[in-house]
């Protein structure tokens, strides 16, 4: 059985160790601890190329910046958002756009990394601003 990859890019280390824990316990899924800044994230990825990212969501439950770069790079690549001090987890996956949906409870979370769960259609997240990634982007291609 191939085992799923998740990497770990909390950047509080009380939750990071938590979620390192709850999922290493866990025989079906391979645990990477991701680093807490951006290119310790991106290098992270690029390296163990995981099926899933789990990050921390800021208090708006905004698609956090880092999404577009990596969702943009690793095109089969799902980022899981957790703000736990609200309840609140949000998938992130392109299809093409980048799209997110609620999920509820721990056995949400378990079950989606395991893809027993079908992904919900969700709706499309508006973009707040141009990534930094977005902008390189635009100047290579003109």
Excluded at 59 to 77: F, K, M, V
Excluded at 101 to 115: F, K, P, Q, V
Aim: overall charge positive.
């Amino acid at each position: 059985m191939k085992r799923i990859r998740v990497l770990v890019a909390y950047r509080e280390c009380l939750m990071r160790d938590l979620l390192l824990t709850l999922l290493r316990d866990q025989p079906d899924l391979e645990v990477i601890n991701g680093g807490t800044r951006g290119s310790e994230i991106r290098r992270a990825v690029a390296d163990a190329r995981p099926d899933f990212v789990i990050v921390e969501l800021d208090s708006t439950d905004a698609r956090p910046r880092i999404c577009d770069d990596l969702l943009g790079r690793h095109s089969s690549l799902r980022i899981l958002g957790l703000a736990p001090e609200r309840n609140t987890a949000l998938l992130f996956w392109p299809a093409p756009a980048i799209r997110c949906a609620h999920m509820e409870g721990s056995g949400s979370l378990i079950s989606t990394l395991r893809g027993i769960t079908n992904l919900p259609a969700g709706k499309p997240m508006q973009r707040v601003e141009k990534t930094p990634f977005e902008d390189w982007q635009r100047r290579l291609s003109s």
